[in-house]
T-cell receptor, first 115, second 112 residues
Framework: NAGVMQNPRHLVRRRGQEARLRCSPM?????VYWYRQLPEEGLKFMVY????????ESGMPKERFSAEFPKEGPSILRIQQVVRGDSAAYFC?????????????FGQGTRLTVV | TQLLEQSPQFLSIQEGENLTVYCNSS?????LQWYRQEPGEGPVLLVT?????EVKKLKRLTFQFGDARKDSSLHITAAQTGDTGLYLC????????????FGKGTKLTVNP
């Protein structure tokens, strides 16, 4: 059983470019969560999605960031016009049901570096 | 805003020693989870505690949830070099929200 797959593992972008981070949840999981981790910091919640729906995006910056989880294919976290402060590790987690009742499993993360 | 404070932030010990790390909050959480994260990897869930006063054991690791469900501790007996890593506690979810609130972590180094 493959775990949560994130790609790419490492991504380098120049300021002003777009970054697309992909997350394929575990088989059978329809709940996806995105977290961001800065150096020496804990993980900060960004967004919670179910298939084709954004359930909670209270942790998403108001501008430049968007997320989707289409009916088919992986969940995508998109950052437009990246800035140096976007450099971080971005983790995706998936669960069978909501985290109230079921365990969420994390991927290995995408390390974004903005130069 | 719910916050989780972890202490100590860094801990360096010799193999064979015992240690305890703490996770404290002024907020009540429906559950507390402990994760271990190794460099370049995602967090891996170690345990979930849900009942105030609950104690769970996982081999040499003992997890306790405070009676008031505001704090938790992780005790490791006879630490091994393989225990080295970042230990994160996460609270929630609660209040209808699905998000977890993470502490900043305790970076543990076990020296041979």
């Amino acid at each position: 059983n493959a775990g949560v797959m994130q790609n790419p593992r490492h991504l380098v972008r120049r300021r002003g470019q777009e970054a697309r981070l992909r997350c394929s949840p575990m088989k059978g999981h329809s709940h996806v969560y995105w977290y961001r981790q800065l150096p020496e910091e804990g993980l900060k919640f960004m967004v919670y999605l179910q298939k084709e729906n954004i359930i909670d995006e209270s942790g998403m910056p108001k501008e430049r960031f968007s997320a989707e989880f289409p009916k088919e294919g992986p969940s995508i976290l998109r950052i437009q016009q990246v800035v140096r402060g976007d450099s971080a590790a971005y983790f995706c987690a998936s669960s069978f049901g909501g985290q109230m009742n079921t365990e969420a499993f994390f991927g290995q993360g995408t390390r974004l570096t903005v130069v | 805003t719910q916050l989780l404070e972890q202490s100590p932030q860094f801990l360096s010990i010799q193999e064979g020693e015992n240690l305890t790390v703490y996770c404290n909050s002024s907020s009540v959480f429906s559950s507390l989870q402990w994760y271990r994260q190794e460099p370049g990897e995602g967090p891996v869930l170690l345990v979930t505690v849900v009942t105030g006063g609950e104690v769970k054991k996982l081999k040499r690791l003992t997890f306790q949830f405070g009676d008031a469900r505001k704090d938790s501790s992780l005790h490791i007996t006879a630490a091994q070099t393989g225990d080295t890593g970042l230990y994160l506690c996460a609270g929630g979810p609660q209040g209808g929200s699905e998000k977890l609130v993470f502490g900043k972590g305790t970076k543990l180094t076990v020296n041979p």
